[in-house]
């Protein structure tokens, strides 16, 4: 059994700086790519950062600018920072690691339940 689990969403006001966290736990045997997606109301998920084990990172154009995403590999940890924050940011931001339970299994996608951030004046 695996599970992701974030924190840190909150209801900020325009300009606010957030620091979101996602842990993996449970029966883990390797942690692959780790990411940050979030999803508006009425929209669909988009991916806003992926990073490697390896610490190699990918900001798409949600991030660029003002969001960095890191990972620590022996907390099976993975972060979001999210700097100037603007109302249109406003959506569940979730995690999503690619695991293997055991060295013979195939990698999976699994997703945390997300976390709330909400911008607003």
């Known amino acids: 059994q695996v599970q992701l689990v974030e924190h840190g969403g909150d209801s900020v006001q325009p300009g606010a700086s957030l620091y979101l966290t996602c842990q993996a736990s449970g029966q883990i045997f390797d942690i692959g790519t780790m990411a940050w997606y979030r999803q508006a109301p009425g929209t669909k998920r988009e991916l806003v950062a992926t990073v490697t084990r390896e610490h190699n990172v990918r900001h798409t154009e949600i991030a660029k600018g003002r969001f960095t995403i890191s990972r620590d590999n022996g907390k099976n940890t993975v972060y979001l920072r999210m700097d100037n924050l603007k109302p249109d940011r406003s959506a569940v931001f979730l995690c999503?690691?690619?695991?293997?339970?055991?060295?013979?299994?195939?990698?999976?996608?699994?997703w945390g339940n997300g976390t709330q951030v909400t911008v607003s004046s």
């Open positions: 999503k690691a690619d695991i293997r339970t055991t060295p013979f299994d195939n990698t999976v996608g699994y």
